[in-house]
């Protein structure tokens, strides 16, 4: 098992397909359902032994959950706020625009 390399309240960017989002949870290991698993075509499916994240998530249409693999994440470069409507329930943000998840930003 290794150590996650993202962080909760980290935007982030999928490698592949064209959505980003923050991080508000980390499993250290695969944690779905094997049906979710199975979905995901063979030639593109990543390992389960890697931290994978849950994201509040968007792209040009739409915000929604998503959950990815390690491998298939990069940091977000945009310095762009994330929209998603849920943002607020998480994380309040920081004078200097990083969001802190809500149980760290009481203290």
């Known amino acids: 098992m290794r150590t996650a ?4 309240g980290q935007i982030v960017r999928h490698r592949i397909f064209p ?3 923050v ?4 499993d ?3 944690n779905n359902t094997e049906e979710w698993y199975e979905a995901i075509p063979a030639d593109v499916r990543p390992r389960k032994d890697q931290p994978f994240y849950h994201l509040l ?3 040009e249409d739409t915000e929604y959950i998503a959950y990815v693999s390690e491998q298939n994440l990069l940091p977000d470069r945009s310095d762009e706020p994330v ?11 920081m ?3 990083q969001l802190r998840p809500r149980d760290q930003a009481k203290h």
């Not at 390399?5 to 909760?8: E, L, R, S, T």
């Not at 991080?23 to 980390?26: A, H, L, P, Q, S």
Request: no cysteine; glycine share 10%.
């Open 19 to 21: 959505f980003r989002g």
């Open 57 to 59: 998530a968007e792209n």
């Open 95 to 97: 004078p200097d625009g």
């Open 83 to 93: 929209r998603h409507p849920q943002i607020g329930e998480y994380f309040e943000q």
């Open 5 to 8: 390399k993202f962080q909760i």
């Open 23 to 26: 991080i508000f949870d980390v």
């Open 28 to 30: 250290p290991v695969f």
